[in-house]
């Protein structure tokens, strides 16, 4: 393990989650961060500044005012912004494209590209296969060193899209999963800390690559979890594919029940973050309580 870095490290998509969970890890290190945004006046953008982040304004299709943004950093941390459409892949992949030549015109001596799980290789996904794409184009940038974290999918996406909820005293959770198919997980803020370890090297991830998941339970255990949490009977409902918006997420929850088969990286994740929270874990931390029961509704 080498010693911690101490200039500048760049952060894309810091008024994001992702991004916004690896400045907070940064700031705890106290290492100097400079977030790119795209407007230096949203609220985001200032309550980062009155952090103590420095702003750089960027345009992604602008190469001169990334190259200006990354000159002299340390290290450089960028995720590629969500894509619901095959128009908005190829927008991903327009910047990550942009994001990585910058990166590699200035010479950045890390980069670490916050990716997906399974991107190792080509899935079908088109916003897997993205992120896929642009981990090729960062091999063969000629960057000095780069590493990949794929993220497996948010634990906060239980409190959004994946809530469960309160029926009749009964948490109930429905996904468009097998009941037999293992979930990855792990929380935005383990995202942060991993991420962050990596880019001041206090860590190393084995080879270059570490998949980042802090949990691995099926939609029984996933309810079993909430249950107890709220002191509560639950269960778990299969839905099906077609509940889905798109044909992305589609593709997406098709591929999550193929790729339980593949070997995870908990052991790894916790040995870069030991305190990497499991569900239960994040369920404690987070507060998370029981929405209102729809019988009451
Ligand atoms: N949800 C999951 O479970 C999950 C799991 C694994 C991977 N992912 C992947 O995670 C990514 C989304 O990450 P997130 O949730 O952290 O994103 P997010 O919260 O939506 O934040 C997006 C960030 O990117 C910035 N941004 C977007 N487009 C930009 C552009 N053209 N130029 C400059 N900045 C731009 C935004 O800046 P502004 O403030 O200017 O908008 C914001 O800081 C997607 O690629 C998704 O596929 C998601």
Do not use: C
Not at 92 to 101: N, S
Not at 148 to 155: D, H, K, L
Not at 237 to 249: A, K
């Amino acid at each position: 393990m080498s010693t911690q870095r101490t200039g500048t490290i760049a952060v894309f998509g810091a008024t994001g989650q992702q991004g916004g969970a690896v400045v907070d890890a940064l700031l705890d290190h106290k290492a100097p961060v400079r977030a790119l945004v795209r407007s230096l006046q949203s609220d985001r953008a200032q309550a980062l500044a009155a952090r103590g982040v420095e702003l750089a304004a960027i345009r992604a299709d602008d190469p001169a005012s990334l190259a200006t943004a990354l000159a002299t950093v340390e290290a450089f941390y960028f995720m590629t912004p969500e894509a619901n459409s095959l128009e908005e892949v190829e927008a991903e992949i327009r910047v990550g494209t942009a994001l990585v030549d910058a990166a590699a015109e200035t010479g950045v001596p890390h980069v670490v590209f916050n990716s997906v799980f399974g991107a190792d290789r080509e899935s079908g996904v088109p916003h897997h296969d993205s992120k896929h794409w642009i981990e090729e184009h960062l091999r063969k940038s000629g960057l000095m060193r780069a590493t990949m974290v794929r993220a497996t999918a948010f634990m906060e996406n239980f409190v959004t899209v994946m809530a469960p909820s309160l029926e009749h005293g009964e948490i109930v959770l429905r996904l468009p999963l097998p009941e037999d198919v293992a979930l990855k997980m792990i929380s935005v803020r383990d995202i942060g800390r991993v991420a962050a370890a990596l880019l001041l090297d206090i860590a190393e991830a084995p080879g270059g690559v570490v998949e980042l998941v802090g949990d691995e339970l099926t939609g029984p255990q996933i309810a079993a979890a909430f249950g107890a949490r709220a002191g509560l009977p639950a269960r778990y409902e299969t839905l099906p594919l077609s509940v889905l918006p798109n044909d992305l997420d589609r593709a997406m929850f098709r591929q999550f029940a193929k790729a339980q088969k593949n070997s995870s990286d908990l052991a790894v994740v916790r040995s870069i973050e030991p305190a990497t929270l499991n569900l239960v874990e994040w369920l404690r931390a987070t507060g998370w309580t029981a929405p209102a029961d729809v019988a009451g509704s």
